[in-house]
């Protein structure tokens, strides 16, 4: 009852990734721990904005839109903003810049189908593939795929190591609390409801959103390329499957 004025909920809740362990082995666990979770908060009255952490990320997010009957604007996911910050670091480490100068984003699946958006990626506008030359680094599609790479499994690392990931998600959620309680309207890539956006629907993904007091205020149509396009629709059907195997 006390959250029922609350304006962000948040849900971290959630088995523990092991290592060894891939974001969407956790799902039945955690689909089982939203159920008696989300209803609980939906019961309570709470209509502000509901922003869930716990992984599989997209997936959960998806469910826990489906159980609470919010509007779909306000129900997103944490997505790939660490993903996304991550490999501006690692951009900025290899071109010898300050990261903040680097425009780029991992959108998809917050795990291992993520997509790095390199058509569109920038240093102060200028392309990558420009200012690699510039600079004189290499930007071959191998130094591409490693850095990719490097972005994608970085959690499996830390996990390895620490057994659990916890500062970076949580300067990403506080990110994420921060454009909505002040109503900043950043774009992020959050995860949030597909409704036909490149031929994609009735799936949650971690996509460029506006996020503002009113949770997603608008998607960003990103021109993506047409390769770029078809691994989102790979990474949207792959998760889609599991989605089917799932009790909602």
């Excluded at 502000?48 to 509007?71: M, Q, R």
């Excluded at 390895?160 to 454009?179: F, L, N, P, Q």
């Excluded at 909505?180 to 409704?195: A, H």
Aim: some cysteine; charged content about 25%.
């Amino acid at each position: 009852a006390d959250i029922a004025d609350a304006g962000v909920v948040i849900i971290t809740a959630g088995a523990n990734q092991k290592p060894g362990e891939t974001r969407l082995d956790l799902v039945s666990k955690n689909v089982s721990i939203f159920k008696s979770i989300v209803p609980q908060i939906t019961h309570s009255g709470f209509d502000g904005i509901l922003l869930v952490v716990s992984n599989p990320v997209d997936i959960l997010t998806y469910v826990a839109l489906k159980l609470s009957g919010l509007p779909a604007n306000r129900v997103i996911g944490s997505g790939t903003v660490l993903d996304t910050a991550r490999f501006k670091y690692v951009l900025g480490e290899h071109l010898g810049v300050d990261p903040r100068n680097v425009h780029a984003r991992i959108v998809g699946e917050h795990g291992d189908s993520e997509i790095a958006i390199w058509s569109l990626a920038n240093v102060s506008g200028i392309p990558i593939d420009v200012f690699s030359r510039l600079r004189g680094r290499e930007h071959s599609a191998e130094t591409m795929a490693k850095i990719e790479n490097d972005v994608k499994n970085s959690a499996y690392k830390i996990i390895e190591k620490k057994h659990a990931t916890y500062y970076g998600i949580a300067m990403s959620v506080k990110r994420i609390c921060e454009a909505i309680v002040r109503d900043e309207k950043p774009i992020l890539p959050v995860s949030n409801l597909m409704e036909g956006e490149y031929g994609i629907s009735n799936i949650a993904l971690s996509m460029p959103a506006v996020v503002g007091a009113e949770g997603i205020e608008y998607k960003v149509p990103a021109p993506f390329s047409e390769d770029e396009q078809a691994r989102l629709r790979e990474s949207a059907d792959m998760l889609k499957s599991v989605i089917e195997k799932l009790d909602l």
